[in-house]
């Protein structure tokens, strides 16, 4: 081949990310077919969630027959019959004599995709050097195959001295105009965004998504009595209401208003369950935890974070309410990434 396969697989990733957040909570895939050459002739990828997976993108955009061709994959192409058939079939009955993948198919349901096209007589190889990106691009993937839950993102906005809110509370404005734009695009990237009550109650936010285009999360209260103003206007933008309250005259009261009620038992593992249910019911591979800093440690307390971005207003406060922090037992939490936000500083930690 003419063209090195690290630049063909390239490319199936970078045509991956046109996928966006259309695809979830499915991965970003794409898919290239070439000649023995290395000459480009089609280019696919998964452009929706129930949608063609980017195998099946690249076979219907190719204007020739596929016999004897080669195909590049940033996935192992799936082998189960879920919204739409499997591509390891597709690939086969399109007479493609070889596939390139980057990365293996890490759910049950959809794995066995090489096993099928190499026991039906397609050779398949895996490019080295893409684990990376690729990891970082799916991560809310990864997160919603492996641990069956979504993606938890914590996002905190704190004075120079680590105080996110006055004392007593209420709205504050801590962040510059450029930081209040990325913490909307942050909320743009994520499927649901929750708050504890005590932020619903003090605030008053919309959880919406105005700075940046992008869609709304969908939002995600908790609350364990329930204590929730009635007047606060995300309630009647149809909220996951976590509450370990059963009366049922109250709970029919939101219920009427669209709020979905969920059970939450309190104790031990009480987020690592609610999370289960937002991932099993409600298909949400992305949270992103606004706070405030009650709500941030119930979701460090379980080891439930995977990032937490920290946007740090150049003043200091004197006190306040402190952020929260993960235990001092867990060294886990690395720095990702730093950045000047205007006037604050962004910082993104990784576990
Ligand atoms: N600077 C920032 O980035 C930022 C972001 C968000 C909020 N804030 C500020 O933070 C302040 C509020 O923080 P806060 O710590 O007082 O309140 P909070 O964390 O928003 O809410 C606390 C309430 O959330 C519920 N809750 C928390 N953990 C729970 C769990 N594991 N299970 C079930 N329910 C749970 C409980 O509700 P019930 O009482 O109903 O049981 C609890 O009283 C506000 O002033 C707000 O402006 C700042």
Redo the contacts with the bound molecule.
């Keep these: 081949m003419r063209t090195p396969l690290a630049s063909l697989m390239a490319r199936a990733v970078e045509i991956a990310r046109n996928g966006g957040r259309a695809v979830y909570p499915n991965p970003m895939v794409g898919a290239v077919i070439c000649d023995d050459e290395g000459n480009i002739l089609s280019e696919g990828w998964h452009r929706c969630c129930g949608g063609d997976h980017a195998e099946v993108d690249a076979l219907k955009k190719l204007d020739r027959s596929a016999t004897g061709l080669t195909m590049l994959v940033t996935l192992e192409p799936c082998n189960h019959f879920g919204r739409t058939p499997p591509c390891s079939h597709a690939i086969v009955a399109a007479g493609i004599k070889k596939v390139y993948i980057a990365s293996h198919e890490p759910t049950e349901k959809a794995c066995g995709g090489c096993d099928y096209l190499t026991s039906h007589g397609v050779a398949v190889e895996f490019v080295p050097g893409f684990e990376e990106e690729l990891a970082e691009l799916n991560r809310f993937f990864s997160a919603t195959a492996k641990e069956r839950r979504p993606w938890v993102t914590l996002?905190?906005?704190?004075t120079a001295d680590g105080f996110?809110?006055p004392p007593g509370?209420?709205?504050?404005a801590?962040s510059s105009p450029e930081a209040l734009v990325e913490g909307h695009r942050l909320r743009a990237g994520h499927m649901a965004i929750a708050?504890?009550?005590?932020?619903v109650n003090?605030?008053d936010p919309l959880l919406t998504v105005r700075l940046v285009e992008g869609p709304d999360p969908i939002p995600v209260i908790?609350?364990?009595?329930?204590?929730?103003k009635p007047d606060r206007r995300v309630l009647d933008r149809a909220p996951i209401i976590?509450t370990a309250v059963a009366d049922r005259h109250r709970v029919a009261l939101l219920a009427a208003r669209g709020c979905r009620i969920e059970t939450?038992t309190?104790g031990a593992g009480?987020?690592g369950r609610a999370l289960s249910v937002l991932w099993e019911r409600y298909r949400i591979n992305s949270l992103l935890v606004?706070?405030?800093?009650?709500?941030?440690t119930?979701f460090l307390a379980e080891g439930l974070v995977d990032e937490m971005v920290r946007f740090i207003a150049p003043l200091p406060l004197g006190e306040g309410?402190a952020l929260a922090e993960p235990a001092e037992a867990d060294r886990r939490f690395r720095l990702h990434a730093v950045s000047p936000c205007g006037a604050d500083v962004m910082q993104v930690w990784r576990r």
């Design positions: 996002k905190a906005a704190t996110i809110a509370g209420g709205r504050f801590i708050v504890g009550a005590g932020t003090s605030d908790f609350s364990a009595r329930l204590a929730l976590f939450l309190p009480s987020i606004e706070g405030g800093a009650a709500l941030h119930s309410i």
